[in-house]
């Protein structure tokens, strides 16, 4: 497969993608949920008929909730998100709704949310810092004809790329299908942010090995043939891991679907980078 | 690493092979006793039949250890209060976050539930007390319970014949209501009566402080109280209407002590007396200071999940669990053949292994909490992929089995080694820095990806080795 030759349209595809999300992480935004925001979140079952949407907002219109979220789910479930109340407002709810079978209840302060926002950020930050270090330290051996931090500048420059796209696609989903961004995601954020890492460390291990053993005049020959190596381990690693995710998203219940959505697009995304980008990225430094 | 050396020396050869039948015999062995850590019911089943057999027990249990699963997956409410400690000397933050932490504490064991959490918090300058109630089947109710103040007050002895006269009553009552007969709201608040004391005026919200002390003489531990200046008066006042009775204190309704007064007590200090250990007098100073200090909380996050919510979660995530494992193995048995069964067997084990270590430590098993033991799956079957895409590479170009597998299992080691110390890396940082939920898929992560390295090193090598020297080394097709 001949990669690097057709560099162009990599890069021409990639930033279509990546503009594709700055526009709609600039003009939808990301939609948080209450894990970040403060608010409540209320899930209940109806014993009888299901009252419609309408019926709700008029029974507990007199609570002074501000804006609330209705969303019927399942067979006789509604799903409310509402701003942040205390235990009496969701009692008098529940009463006001004909006392329907609650399946889960939640309401962050806003306080809470805010750090709970801070400490994602702090510990992103710091992963990607670590990371960082430690790709610069593994590949500090190789530095013909490309010198080791511009490893560690590419795997990064990927990691961004993958992170990028996912958050634009949820934004893109938040928008048109009301998806929010909650606490798990950070953790789905990072993973994806591993398994990027991971991908290029697994290129580059090759590009490494390859370089000893051949002569590197002809650099992206070397590249081109470390790609094609590497392929069916990024394919098959891939595909053993969506098979999960999809299993996972399909019959895993609501409150990890989107969890394993976000693992997809990334890993998706993730390998069409280290295959396509993270070689063409490598080469396009060495040239410069 | 010192396994990758290569034996290539004839003179051990032999000495290898015995190795190997060690090891994979000790990963059977381990294997095994994982596997009925997991599910003790299958080997506890075979005793009582062998022991009902025999007639006396041969074999005894094995050990019977539930995993711990989190509020999610079983139901529960998770709770967390901001203490508003304002009025309080920022010194004395800590303890009556402590008292707090008792009174609710105390409360909760009166509702029943199994193994609460009940945390104090501190971020930044906010003091907060996290509560955990698992399988707890009314939240609101638990709430109401958490949010009373705590309620300290002192109560005076009735005298001999009216507390006669109560009694009498309430046992006629009781005969009443055992014969069945109804009862009239009168006579159920008769019998909720202290036969022996009555109320006062003085309460918790009179009390400065108490404090532990010891007796001069004797060395015992007594419980010495301040009230302020308006319990001052009630007390000298009650103490001297009372003296040569007794005057009751009450934490939260039920009486924790009742001394007898000497003599009438002006200046506002008091001495409980009584048998106390020391580490009930400490107690009781906590739970005094805390009923004392009516330090308001307010309930600020609430998450509750339905008990049946959370079983269908359990469910349903286990299935899709199960179902991507058993893709995933048919998967790389039909791409890599012989080496993708071997592979199939070592995760096999890996997954006993992993769980088994869920429930040693153990680790309370979020959503989240598996989803990361899913993705460490994943990142097992990588190592193993690593391997085999290189063994291929080497057996096809002419090695024997022997030489492809060590060459394999070299080439593909600084891959595995960098991508999963860069996996452990944020899961460190994850589980220092994050919360509950994310901690949760931290930890199953970094558990699984730990020993999904011991996995595909050791237990995919050693099978991998089982086969050099054999007929079956010659079958070039089955090695994929």
């Not at chain 2, 050693?462 to 079956?472: A, E």
Request: aromatic residues 12%; hydrophobic residues 45%; neutral net charge.
């Amino acid at each position: 497969m001949q990669v690097i030759k057709y560099r162009k349209i990599y890069f021409t595809i990639s930033i279509i993608l990546l503009l594709g999300s700055l526009f709609s992480l600039i003009f939808w935004g990301l939609k948080l949920g209450i894990d970040f925001t403060g608010g409540s979140l209320m899930e209940i079952n109806f014993i009888e008929d299901r009252l419609s949407n309408q019926q709700i907002q008029e029974k507990i219109s007199d609570l002074n909730l501000g804006q609330i979220n209705i969303q019927p789910i399942g067979e006789k479930g509604v799903l409310l998100r509402m701003k942040e109340i205390d235990e009496d407002t969701h009692q008098e709810i529940i009463n006001k709704l004909g006392n329907p079978q609650e399946e889960r209840f939640e309401s962050i302060g806003p306080l809470i949310g805010n750090e709970l926002k801070q400490k994602a950020i702090w510990a992103i930050g710091l992963s990607l810092l670590v990371i960082i270090l430690y790709i610069a330290w593994a590949f500090r051996k190789v530095y013909k004809p490309v010198a080791s931090w511009q490893y560690g500048l590419v795997a990064i420059i990927a990691l961004f790329h993958d992170i990028f796209i996912t958050l634009g696609f949820f934004a893109f989903l938040g928008y048109f299908r009301e998806i929010e961004i909650g606490l798990p995601f950070v953790a789905a954020f990072l993973t994806i942010l591993g398994y990027s890492v991971n991908n290029s460390i697994v290129i580059f291990d090759r590009v490494r090995e390859n370089l000893l053993k051949t002569n590197w005049n002809d650099f992206k020959e070397v590249v081109n043939d470390s790609i094609n190596q590497s392929l069916t381990r990024c394919l098959n690693t891939a595909l053993t891991t969506l098979f999960v995710l999809l299993a996972v998203f399909f019959l895993g219940g609501e409150s990890i679907k989107y969890f394993a959505l976000a693992l997809i697009i990334g890993i998706i995304v993730g390998t069409y980078s280290s295959i396509f980008i993270t070689s063409s990225l490598i080469v396009w430094g060495k040239n410069k | 690493m010192s396994i990758f050396k290569r034996n290539s020396e004839k003179s051990g050869y032999k000495r290898g092979r015995r190795n190997i039948y060690l090891t994979i015999l000790s990963i059977f062995l381990i294997g095994i006793f994982a596997a009925f850590l997991n599910y003790p019911t299958a080997w506890n089943n075979g005793v009582n039949w062998l022991n009902n057999k025999v007639g006396f027990t041969v074999m005894p249990h094995f050990w019977e250890r539930p995993f711990k699963l989190g509020l999610d997956l079983q139901g529960g409410t998770h709770l967390v209060y901001e203490a508003d400690l304002s009025n309080i000397a920022s010194e004395d933050y800590m303890d009556s976050m402590q008292g707090v932490r008792d009174v609710i504490e105390r409360r909760i064991n009166l509702f029943g539930v199994a193994e609460p959490v009940v945390q104090i918090n501190k971020v930044g300058s906010h003091y907060r007390l996290i509560v955990e109630l698992a399988g707890v089947k009314d939240a609101h109710q638990a709430i109401e319970m958490i949010g009373q103040t705590p309620s300290l007050d002192f109560r005076e002895e009735r005298d001999k014949k009216e507390s006669e006269d109560i009694l009498i009553r309430q046992q006629e009552i009781i005969d009443k209501m055992q014969q069945g007969v109804e009862l009239t709201s009168e006579e159920q608040q008769i019998l909720m009566e202290d036969a022996n004391f009555i109320p006062t005026t003085l309460t918790g919200r009179y009390l400065k402080r108490a404090e532990l002390q010891f007796d001069q003489q004797t060395y015992q531990s007594q419980v010495s109280l301040e009230f302020d200046s308006e319990g001052s008066k009630i007390f000298e006042e009650l103490t001297r209407k009372n003296v040569g009775k007794r005057i009751a204190i009450y934490l939260d309704g039920s009486p924790i002590s009742a001394p007898t007064v000497q003599e009438a007590i002006s200046g506002g200090k008091a001495q409980i007396t009584g048998n106390f250990s020391l580490d009930e007098a400490k107690e009781l100073v906590q739970r005094l200071n805390a009923g004392a200090l009516p330090v308001p909380i307010n309930l600020v996050n609430q998450q509750t999940i339905g008990a049946s919510l959370g079983k269908i979660s359990l469910n349903k995530s286990l299935e899709a669990g199960i179902l991507g494992f058993l893709a995933i193995l048919l998967f790389i048995i039909f791409y890599y053949r012989l080496p993708g069964l071997i592979a199939s067997f070592s995760l096999l084990i890996y997954v006993v292994l992993v769980l088994a270590v869920f429930k040693i430590i153990p680790v309370t098993l979020t959503l989240s909490g598996i989803a990361g033991f899913i993705l460490s799956i994943g990142m097992a079957v990588d190592a193993n992929v690593l391997i085999f895409e290189r063994f291929k590479e080497e057996f096809k170009s002419g090695k024997s089995l022997g030489g492809s597998i060590d060459e394999g299992f070299n080439r593909a080691w600084p891959a595995i080694r960098d991508g999963n110390i860069s996996t452990i890396i944020t899961c460190i940082i994850l589980f220092i820095f994050a919360t509950g939920l994310v901690k949760g898929f931290a930890l199953t992560l970094g558990i699984g990806v730990l020993i999904s390295m011991f996995s595909a090193i050791v237990i995919t090598k050693t099978f991998f080795r089982w086969f050099v020297g054999r007929k079956i080394e010659e079958w070039k097709k089955i090695w994929g």
